[in-house]
């Protein structure tokens, strides 16, 4: 873009900053105008066959749509239309931008369309929209955008099989969108400009009555960009080895120049760009071997239902168009449609708290309930023989805790929690790589090495009186497992150190999540204001080679992403575990309280002793300690009713429990109901606050994920863990929570 083009861009951004009646409104409306004129008197300067004269027509063009966008002159659109046309006419064929300017001029006739109705002018923008995405010398970005809008002015219509094409052929540019050779961040960025894209695009599958392996398709295309990548560059080459040792020994070469996250020089990044240019070649000439058709690719139709061989796989689509929980069995792969699951619904419940029994409900009732009984789940288990589900939410979705829905009480049995173990995946693809991984034979004896990391005292920060304790009651567990305790010093070198021999990893301490970048959340050691224990260092080493055993971070938000246009991407510190080669990470969605984690620690370590340490064992002392914590949750919650009833101090409902006041706040334990929130500006208003404490693990990319579903816990807000936004304390809590019980319920 020119620099002209660039200033009337910002002009254009500030006027749409400004509300109607602001004062400077006037005079923004007044600078654009100046712009334009100035972009005219630029294009009458030079001559018919000046280099620059398409970009100075194409910035005038888009002004003049700007401009009517604004004011609604149909004389400006037209001029629009008609500079665009010019700037297009005298585009060359093969240039970079020609798709780019094929698209604002499809956005010009598509405006007129909606303005006047003329079937010519949706035609038209059809056509170019159409262009601009078969556009191959043009950026990937270009040409994504492009589709999505003629996919949705196709959806639109309801003409589903012409969306259908264009959504896939969409959805199929978006590997060539991250590169192997940019870095994560910059992949994080791109992969902005893709957001809703491939729920979208599921979605028209669907309704074009596609199967629904190619719904499924879209969405594994779509999400998990990042992950995918770094699974498909760690992926085992051994069959390559064996068959075509020089070339295995040329892939490795170049991809061990990607496996790594570090800031790169100039110099390197052109290095690199090359390398990337080199790898594709070779990845290309490996695929046209002999069995090694797949290398690489997407999972077929017959590795989803592969994965399916522990349990149905339960991708929740949700989109405008529709909302689906496409089911993957070891037999089959279909679509059960959710009619009473609109996105507009989740939307307006994503602000609230994701605990509270109505959200609990109506997530029981729109989702978990039809599945359910669509998969004959419809009763708690008599065998103790529980059926395993991986659940897969998309967009805003991934957030609410599907594995929590229903109706908790003494009387009622209607919970996922009540009728199968559930765990969480980022996407399909995420599980089959983790199945690979966990299939490969390896030579290196299992190492007996426990790190154990209290962080009772952090820099910047306020004391977590519990850490110590859980570490201390884990080393005595442990050591009766014959396994070798090993606590080293806070620092990320020393710990970054210890990871690469150890068995177990346990972190009792604070975690960050970062408001805009996922790969910067950190676990905060020592010398975490220096050199943070970031993600994104995480994904720099790689320890599928040693195949550590469990990750178990006991802090704050480890699986927690804050950013919307993140979420389908899923990166987090527990993710960052898995990808550096954990078979297992225990985490938590959101705050926990800092003495819950020490039951919730010391009950899935007990069960590990009791039954050995196994993949089976992990996830039943997860689901074992979360059942056993809601069960106790109950009986209390019900015995302090009838107390409180007795005394005649209040009145009681099943969902609702007042309490009394107490100004103590320094280790006693506090009612689990009501949470009393004293506001920093005002610590006399007092307001009611629902929280749920949730725990998570990832097994081989599934995520195991516990929720207190009625916990309410005592918390002083603005107690969180993010030193560098809040004051010191001498709370006792991990993250928000102060005191009270928290109940986490096994997925």
């Known amino acids: 873009m020119t620099d002209l083009g660039t200033a009337i861009q910002r002009y254009q951004e500030a006027l749409d900053a400004t509300p109607a009646d602001h004062p400077d409104r006037a005079r923004t409306i007044a600078d654009l105008e100046t712009a334009i004129q100035r972009s005219q008197e630029a294009l009458d300067a030079i001559l018919a066959d000046h280099l620059d004269r398409a970009d100075r027509l194409y910035s005038l063009g888009v002004e003049y749509r700007n401009r009517y966008q604004r004011i609604g002159t149909i004389a400006d659109l037209e001029t629009a239309i ?105 992949k994080q960025y791109l992969l902005t400009q893709i957001l809703d894209l491939a729920s979208i695009a599921s979605a028209i599958a669907l309704n074009a009555a596609k199967p629904p392996f190619d719904a499924v398709q879209a969405l594994e295309l779509g999400r998990g960009v990042i992950a995918g990548s770094i699974n498909e560059l760690r992926t085992d080459i051994s069959d390559l080895q064996q068959n075509h040792p020089q070339l295995a020994e040329q892939y490795a070469t170049l991809r061990n120049q990607f496996d790594s996250q ?16 080199e790898l594709e070649r070779v990845i290309q000439q490996i695929q046209r071997l002999p069995n090694f058709d797949r290398f690489l690719r997407a999972p077929s139709e017959n590795e989803l239902k592969a994965a399916a061989e522990y349990g149905p796989i339960v991708i929740i689509n949700v989109s405008d168009y529709r909302c689906d929980a496409l089911i993957i069995e070891k037999n089959q792969i279909w679509a059960l449609p959710l009619p009473h699951l609109h996105a507009s619904d989740i939307q307006d419940r994503v602000t609230g708290g994701l605990g509270e029994p109505e959200i609990l409900e109506w997530l029981w009732k729109t989702i978990a309930q039809p599945v359910l009984e669509a998969l004959r789940f419809t009763q708690t288990p008599s065998d103790g023989r529980w059926p395993h589900i991986w659940w897969i939410p998309t967009g805003p979705l991934a957030r609410f805790p599907i594995h929590a829905a229903g109706r908790h009480s003494q009387s009622s049995m209607d919970a996922v929690l009540d009728r199968v173990v559930s765990s969480y995946s980022s996407s399909v693809k995420a599980i089959v790589y ?40 884990l080393a005595r567990l442990c050591s009766s497992m014959k396994l070798q305790v090993i606590e080293p010093l806070p620092y990320k070198e020393q710990v970054l150190s210890a990871l690469s021999s150890c068995q177990i990893f346990h972190f009792a301490g604070h975690g960050s999540t970062h408001d805009l970048d996922p790969s910067k959340s950190l676990l905060l050691l020592r010398d975490w204001e220096t050199e943070p224990l970031t993600v994104a260092s995480l994904l720099e080493i790689n320890l599928r080679k040693q195949t550590p055993f469990l990750a178990y971070l006991s802090a704050c938000g480890t699986g927690r992403i804050k950013g919307n246009e993140f979420l389908d991407e899923g990166l987090h510190l527990i993710s960052g575990y898995q990808l550096a080669g954990f078979q297992h990470v225990i985490g938590t969605l959101w705050d926990v309280n800092d003495k819950a984690c020490v039951e919730m620690a010391t009950t899935t370590y007990k069960w590990m002793q009791d039954h050995g340490i196994s993949d089976e064992s992990v996830r039943e002392g997860l689901h074992h300690a979360s059942r056993c914590l809601r069960r106790k949750w109950i009986e209390d919650n019900s015995a302090r009713k009838a107390s409180r009833s007795d005394k005649g101090l209040l009145e009681i409902r099943d969902d609702q429990v007042a309490v009394q006041r107490s100004d103590s706040s320094q280790g006693k334990e506090r009612d689990p109901r009501d949470a009393e929130l004293f506001e920093d500006t005002n610590r006399n208003n007092v307001a009611k606050s629902k929280i749920r404490v949730t725990f998570v693990a990832f097994r081989a990319g599934w995520l195991l994920a516990n929720v207190a579903p009625h916990g309410w816990i005592k918390f002083l807000h603005g107690w969180r863990r ?4 809040y004051p010191m304390d001498k709370s006792t809590s991990k993250g928000t929570f102060i005191h009270g019980w928290s109940y986490p319920i096994h997925l």
């Open 434 to 473: 983790g199945r690979r991984h966990r299939s490969q034979p390896t030579s290196r004896p299992r190492s007996e090495k426990v790190v154990l990391l209290a962080m009772h005292k952090t820099p910047n920060n306020y004391d977590l009186h519990f850490a110590t304790q859980e570490v201390h009651e």
């Open 262 to 277: 570090a800031p790169l020089t100039q110099r390197e990044v052109d290095q690199r760009y090359n390398a990337g240019q």
């Open 82 to 186: 008609q500079r665009i046309q010019e700037a297009l006419d005298t585009t060359p064929a093969d240039h970079p931008d020609r798709a780019g300017r094929l698209h604002s001029l499809g956005v010009g006739y598509h405006i007129r369309y909606n303005k006047t109705g003329s079937t010519v002018d949706r035609e038209t923008a059809i056509q170019r929209y159409q262009e601009a995405l078969n556009q191959s010398s043009s950026p990937v970005g270009d040409r994504l955008t492009a589709g999505k809008s003629l996919l949705v002015i196709h959806a639109k219509a309801e003409q589903w099989p012409q969306a259908y094409q264009a959504a896939s052929k969409t959805v199929s540019l978006v590997p060539l969108l991250t590169p192997r050779f940019l870095e994560t961040s910059d």
């Open 722 to 725: 993010h030193p560098q936004m």
